[in-house]
C-alpha cells in the first residue's frame, strides 16, 4: 500500500473508540469520537499554504487530506473539548514515496503547525512520528479490513500515554 492509497482508504466517516494509559498515574480513560477524513486536491488552497508555511513546493505532495474530529474522553469536563480540524499533507522523499514528511496545520498535541516523518511498511502499517520540542509521538495505523482501521500510539516528554483506537467506517 502506498501513502496515496493509505489516503484514499482513510476517506470517510469513522466511528472511534479510544483507551487511553497515563503511564506516569497509571490510570487508564476511555473515549469516544467521530472522525471526518476528506481527502483534498493538491491545488486546493489550504494545501498550497502549508506547503509554502513549511518551505516545501507543492509539487512534492503526494496526497492530501483535511482531518476534523468530535469527541470527549471519560476525564473532560465539555463534551466537546475534544474537537478541531486540521489539514494533512504527505511530502514522499525524492526516491522513497513510502517514507517522508507528514506536514500538518496543527498537532495534536500543540495547536501549531508541525512537520512529522512517516513511514508506510510492506504490510500496509502506516507510522507516523512528531517530535515537538520535549515531545515524541509515534503512531501506527492499519486496515485489518477495509471499514476497520486500528491505531496504536505511544506519546512520551511531557505526557507519558499509550492509546488504542479502533474505528470503524460509518457507512451511509
Not at 476525564?75 to 504527505?90: E, M, R
Not at 496545520?105 to 500543540?110: K, M, N, R, T
Not at 510492506?122 to 515531545?135: A, K, R
Request: glycine share 6%; proline share 3%.
Amino acid at each position: 500500500m502506498t501513502i496515496i492509497e493509505f489516503f484514499q482508504q482513510r476517506a470517510g466517516t469513522w466511528l472511534s473508540q479510544r483507551t487511553s494509559h497515563h503511564l506516569i498515574i497509571k490510570k487508564s480513560e476511555s473515549g469516544k469520537s467521530e472522525i471526518k477524513v476528506e481527502n483534498l486536491s493538491l491545488d486546493d488552497p489550504a494545501v498550497i499554504a502549508l506547503c509554502e508555511l513549511h518551505e516545501y513546493a507543492v509539487d512534492r505532495a503526494l496526497c492530501a487530506a483535511q482531518v476534523s474530529w468530535q469527541g470527549s474522553m471519560e476525564w473532560d469536563s465539555a463534551p466537546d473539548q475534544q474537537s478541531g480540524s486540521t489539514v494533512l499533507v504527505a511530502i514522499g522523499e525524492p526516491d522513497n514515496m513510502q517514507a517522508g514528511t507528514l506536514l500538518r496545520q496543527q498537532g495534536y498535541a500543540e495547536k501549531s503547525p508541525v512537520a512529522g516523518r512517516y513511514r508506510v511498511s510492506d504490510d500496509g502499517v502506516l507510522c507516523l512520528i512528531t517530535e515537538y520540542g520535549m515531545v515524541y509521538s509515534e503512531e501506527k495505523l492499519w486496515f485489518p479490513k477495509p471499514n476497520i482501521c486500528m491505531r496504536a500510539g505511544l506519546t512520551t516528554g511531557m505526557s507519558n500515554i499509550a492509546s488504542f483506537c479502533t474505528e470503524i467506517r460509518k457507512l451511509s
